[in-house]
């Protein structure tokens, strides 16, 4: 069982999961090729890393819940990619636990590399690191998972 | 102003049979011309001039949503290559911080146009996933 806090290292073998926002068109299963590197380009507030989920503690549906949640967009729906933390070391990107900044969720770590200090700094190496993850790193696709706060009522209403 | 065409991906076809007659070939060119402006307009019409109109959509934790001014200047881009007859894009996506990428892909090139939230354009481009050529892209004001 894992550790209740999650603080644990990182693992070459362990899963992250980063959800994308279906309206912002960087997954789009209806397009050659469906993944945009700009889903791993740091925006401003990448401060830190690029916010990931460890699989071992959210599965991906909880990540799309957890990006509803925190979006204030009941209405969006989320893809959720898997990438397996070796592969992404492997081409220079770090992996680290992470605090979800306040928000007392446990199993947040971070892409570390992919800050937003960095990207100003280094941009061609962290382009062509996005490249790379889009392009060869990511492991399956799940969703679109949304429209949860129909789904929760209805299985309280069930309940 | 620079002709956009000159510094960006060429257009082709590779589906395209070769036609014996000239008449064949120039119809042919016309058709896959015709076949790019109408995929560029799509993109003008269905997401930026959209974008233009409800930037709202995009509001979320992690996704700062197109400025008027780049979609303005993305808007200008667009035009620019489907008037130059330049292949179209494999994608047209917000950057998440208020700007725009306007993105080509072959199998062994890609070439992404990026304007900012304040409408500097700039167009970066790798071959084989290394990126060989990052410039200004410069803008006409027509």
Known sequence: MAAQDASDPVADDEIVLKHVTERSGWYDPARDPSLSWVAFRPNKDDVSGMSVWRAKYKTAEDVARLAARWSNRKDQKYYVLSLRVGDLRRIGIQVSFTHDEGKGETGHASLTTLNTATYDSEKNRIREMAERVCKELVLRVDGPFGSFEERDQDRFQSA | ?142
């Open chain 2, 1 to 142: 102003m620079r002709d956009p065409s000159s510094t960006l991906i060429p257009y082709e076809d590779v589906n395209e049979e070769p036609n014996e007659t000239a008449d064949a070939l120039v119809s042919t060119e016309a058709r896959q011309l015709s076949r790019h402006r109408e995929a560029w307009r799509q993109e003008i019409d269905r997401k930026l001039i959209e974008w233009g109109r409800d930037p709202s959509q995009f509001e979320d934790v992690d996704l700062i949503p197109p400025t008027q001014e780049a979609i303005r200047v993305a808007s200008r881009i667009a035009l620019q290559m489907m008037d130059c007859g330049a292949a179209p894009p494999t994608a047209v996506v917000p950057d998440g911080d208020g700007g725009i990428v306007i993105e080509r892909r072959t199998p062994t090139t890609v070439e992404s146009i990026e304007v900012t939230r304040e409408g500097a354009a700039e167009m970066v481009r790798l071959l084989d996933g290394r990126v060989a050529d990052r410039r200004a892209f410069s803008v006409g004001n027509g």
